[in-house]
Nanobody
Framework: HLVESGGGLVHAGGSLRLSCAAS????????MGWFRQAPGKEREEVSC????????YYADSVKGRFTISRDNAKNTVYLQMNGLKPEDTALYYC???????????WGQGTQVTVSS
């Protein structure tokens, strides 16, 4: 069970911090990812963090602007989004992934809208 929060409407150049709280799963054993899907586009993974070493992945489109982190004590993963652009507008999903990056659990999504 994954529940995202923190989405909203922001002007271009602004910031948002997404949170995803996990329950009912062994959070510390999962890689945690953030995906997004804009209208008419395929869902894409924008960032992922592994379970033990803090290794991270970022899509080129968000590298240098977004930062993923996790707090295993709180069963929560975060996505700090700075320098937001209108093209970042999408429904953002949290996901729990196995080490092959196969998604085992999805959140329900939180909307991020960036106005120009």
């Amino acid at each position: 069970h994954l529940v995202e929060s923190g989405g909203g409407l922001v002007h271009a150049g602004g910031s948002l911090r997404l949170s995803c709280a996990a329950s009912g799963l062994s959070f510390e054993h999962y890689y945690m990812g953030w995906f997004r899907q804009a209208p008419g586009k395929e869902r894409e993974e924008v960032s992922c963090i592994d379970s033990n070493y803090g290794r991270t992945y970022y899509a080129d489109s968000v590298k240098g602007r977004f930062t993923i982190s996790r707090d295993n004590a709180k069963n929560t993963v975060y996505l700090q989004m700075n320098g937001l652009k209108p093209e970042d507008t999408a429904l953002y999903y949290c996901a729990a992934e196995d080490p092959t990056w196969s998604v085992d659990y999805w959140g329900q999504g939180t909307q991020v809208t960036v106005s120009s």
